[in-house]
Structures are given as structure tokens and as C-alpha cells.
């Protein structure tokens, strides 16, 4: 009598345990499922974005087109009529966005000087305040090279 109560709490016990491990299982596909669903949602969003960008942009060549072609159909009447020619040009000069270079060489410079500093002195704050300026001023240097290199940084004439 004692050996089947002893069988049945064992299987009881197996039982229970083999539930919850189920419904963990199952709980943390359903999470793993919301987290792709609104990845897969941002990414669309981000196609929509893109598309309409892109709408935006050929419209505006596309008026840009019409503006040059209206120019051009007046253009050949005003030469007959006199005989100077005027030619205008336009240049647009874009303006880089985002960190230059030499900003993202300073705080990478300071981060990893810094954390280099803080393993390798035996005072922890100071190793870490001597390696992040050392970093930072190492990185600002190497960046500003790359940006005149790129040309977003004019050299001094």
C-alpha cells in the first residue's frame, strides 16, 4: 500500500512539473512571436518610409525636368531676338548629416582609453580620467584626418 502511494505521488510529481514546463515553453513562443511580429511591423514601416522618399525625390526631378524643359522652350526666343547669350548656373551644395569623423574618433578615443586606463592603473579613477583624455584626443586626431580626407573639413590655406 505504501509502494502505490509512493508510485502515485512520484507520478503526480512528474506530471505537475511536465505542465509547467508546457506552458513555459509555450508562453515564451508566444513572446517570441510578438517580439518578430513587431519587427517584422518596424521593418515594413521602414520600407513604407523609403518608398514614399523615393516618391518624393522622382517628383521632384520630374519638376525639375519640366522647370529645365520650360526653360529650354524659352530660351531658343530670347537668343533670336538678341544676340548676347546668358547662362545661369545653380549649384546646391549638400550639407553633411550625422557625426564628422573627428567627433566619433573623440568618443570612442575616451571610451576606450578610458576603460583601457581604468584595467591597467591600479587607482581606477584616475587611470580611467588620464586614458579617456589620451583616447579622446588620439581619436579627434585620426578623425579629423579622415574628415579632410573626405573632404567635409577644408584644410587652412
Do not use: H
Not at 531676338?81 to 573623440?106: D, I
Not at 576603460?115 to 589620451?134: C, N, Q, S, T
Request: hydrophobic share 40%; with cysteine.
Amino acid at each position: 500500500m505504501k509502494r502505490i502511494f509512493v508510485l502515485f505521488a512520484i507520478a503526480l510529481a512528474f506530471t505537475s512539473c511536465k505542465n509547467a514546463a508546457k506552458e513555459e515553453a509555450i508562453k515564451q513562443a508566444a513572446v517570441k512571436a510578438v517580439k518578430d511580429s513587431m519587427r517584422l511591423d518596424s521593418f515594413r514601416r521602414v520600407e513604407v518610409a523609403q518608398k514614399e522618399q523615393a516618391a518624393k525625390l522622382q517628383e521632384e526631378k520630374r519638376i525639375l525636368m519640366l522647370s529645365e524643359a520650360r526653360a529650354a522652350e524659352n530660351a531658343p526666343a530670347a537668343t533670336m531676338a538678341s544676340p548676347q547669350q546668358s547662362t545661369s548656373t545653380t549649384t546646391t551644395t549638400t550639407k553633411k548629416k550625422g557625426w564628422s569623423s573627428a567627433a566619433l574618433g573623440t568618443v570612442i578615443g575616451a571610451g576606450a582609453g578610458g576603460l583601457g586606463g581604468a584595467l591597467i592603473d591600479k587607482k581606477k579613477g584616475r587611470g580611467a580620467v588620464i586614458g579617456g583624455v589620451a583616447g579622446a584626443g588620439a581619436g579627434y586626431l585620426i578623425g579629423r584626418g579622415q574628415d579632410k580626407k573626405s573632404g567635409r573639413v577644408q584644410p587652412k590655406q
